[in-house]
């Protein structure tokens, strides 16, 4: 499991990062929302970006002394901007538990003419106003066109398995 995070952390040498133990989740299968073991004194703020083996796994949404509560990225909640890596177009990856019971996000919000397909890598956006980019989110899954003839959307295989989670990474890097 250290090990792992290691070489997670050798990917994303841009940020300086900190692991964490989960000590608490919420009722529930997968880890949705969840308490680390590091907080304020460890210098962790309000969203900072989590990842895990794999890519991101979410955002701090509160700090403690001792602590930090992280909302995942399946959680109904969360919305991530996010970006096609091979062609930078843009699109929205949405949290939803019923979906992730099948091991799928929603994605959506892209553009008729954008070029996102099955099996592009989809990454956090340069527009994000929280998360830092391009740090993976997983993988796209039968982009159609809507019935309204304007935009695509489709589904997200994500990069992390939220089952058996029990270390993360924190950058400690904001977006700015």
């Known amino acids: 499991e250290l090990r ?3 070489e997670l952390k050798g990917q994303y040498t841009d940020y300086e990062t900190t692991g964490a133990r989960i000590i608490q989740k919420e009722a529930g299968n997968w880890y ?11 210098g962790i703020e309000k969203d900072m970006n989590v990842i895990a083996e794999g890519g991101l796994v979410g955002i701090v949404t509160e700090t403690g002394k001792n602590y930090a509560r992280v909302r995942s990225i399946i959680d109904d ?11 930078g177009d843009t699109c929205i990856v949405s949290g939803d538990l019923q979906l992730y019971a099948e091991g799928t ?7 008729k003419n954008d ?8 990454v956090t956006s340069n527009i994000s106003d929280k998360y830092l980019p391009n740090i993976l989110i997983g993988y796209a899954r039968d982009i159609q066109t809507d019935s309204n003839n304007v935009t695509k959307s489709g589904y ?8 058996p989670l029990q270390t993360v990474l924190v950058i400690k890097t904001l977006k700015v």
């Open 4 to 6: 792992a995070l290691f």
């Open 115 to 122: 070029n996102i397909w099955d099996e592009d890598k989809i």
């Open 156 to 163: 997200l295989i994500p990069a992390v398995d939220f089952g």
């Open 32 to 42: 949705h929302s969840f308490v680390i073991d590091k907080g304020e004194k460890d």
């Open 77 to 87: 909640d969360s919305n991530v901007s996010a970006m096609s890596l091979n062609s």
């Open 105 to 111: 996000l929603r994605i959506s919000y892209i553009d």
